[in-house]
């Protein structure tokens, strides 16, 4: 979270300088080698940036491991603690599914999606920020387009959760049943049922091949919605400005007219308002397929531990 808000900082910046620089070039025809220390500066800046950005990545997968690794020590805690007896109610395929596939799905929760929830707040509301001093009526039609995108982003994954439990049970079940034919083999080809159980298997792949498609297509959507939208609002900013230099607007500008400085400034800035935001709907599976995997690790760690009782004594004649 340091990170990505140190990187947009440096964002705001790296935009100001670049329209200042433009400004001069293509409107006070100042030379071009005049401005070398200019683009010395902003080369530095994207460099800088650049090493925030592989900063955060390492941060994020570091404490996603650290957190994966630390549930998998808690569940094979609890498999030690419940013993072969508990361990045999279920095929061998199912614990390693648990352990493996459903543990893994939690990384990009914690990694991405959970600091990305902040991070969402905090960049667009730096960028407000640095707008509205410059031209109100830009940062007004920010402000106005911004909430549109989280709004969908709900709608369109409301049944994503529900989608990942569902495939997740497919797999523990395909898991569990493809590992018992594979270990009892001998037994199937002596009574001639191997056609038959690989028929069994290639159904149960089927069905979970059509949930999975069922989550991408999930998936797929939430990023179309999240991608029009944005590109909608970004091209409402432009057509602002394209109708406030040719003087068929003239508000905004606290009494001033628009500059090519302030247009470009803004318009550099405006995809990355909304860039936050997409990448929340990006990583916004991720947070489905987390609850999806946590309902059967919390199922699997809160599930009693039945006590056996021995029977009575009998002394031995």
Known sequence: MLCGTLAGALLLLQAWWLADILHRLIIDQVPRATLWPLFTGLLGLMLLRGLLGWGREYCAYAA??????????????EMTR???????QKPAGSWASLL????????????????QTRLSGI???????????????????????????????????LGAADANRRNFAALRRLSGHFLD???????????????AEAKVIADASEDFRERTMEVLRMAFLSSAVLE?????????????????YLEHLNFGGYGSKA??????????????FYLPLRELGTHYHAKAQAIGAADEIEQFLAEPLL???SGPQHPAF
Do not use: C, K
């Open 64 to 77: 996603g491991a650290a957190i994966r690794q630390q549930i998998r020590g808690q569940l094979l805690a």
């Open 82 to 88: 419940r013993g072969p007896a508990f361990l045999q």
């Open 100 to 115: 493996q596939e459903q543990t893994e799905n939690l990384h990009d929760f914690y990694a991405r999606y959970l600091p």
């Open 123 to 157: 960049q667009p509301l730096l960028i407000l920020i640095a707008v509205f001093p410059v031209n109100w009526a830009a940062g007004l039609i920010l402000a106005v387009t911004a909430p549109l995108i989280p709004l969908f982003m709900i709608l369109t994954g």
């Open 181 to 195: 034919r594979l270990r009892g083999m001998d037994t199937l080809r002596h009574y001639q049922r191997t056609g």
């Open 228 to 244: 029009f939208f944005a590109s909608v609002a970004i091209a409402v900013v432009a057509v602002y400005f394209g109708f406030t």
């Open 259 to 272: 500059t090519l400085f302030t247009g470009l400034f803004v318009l550099l800035l405006a995809p990355d």
């Open 307 to 309: 006590a056996v009782e």
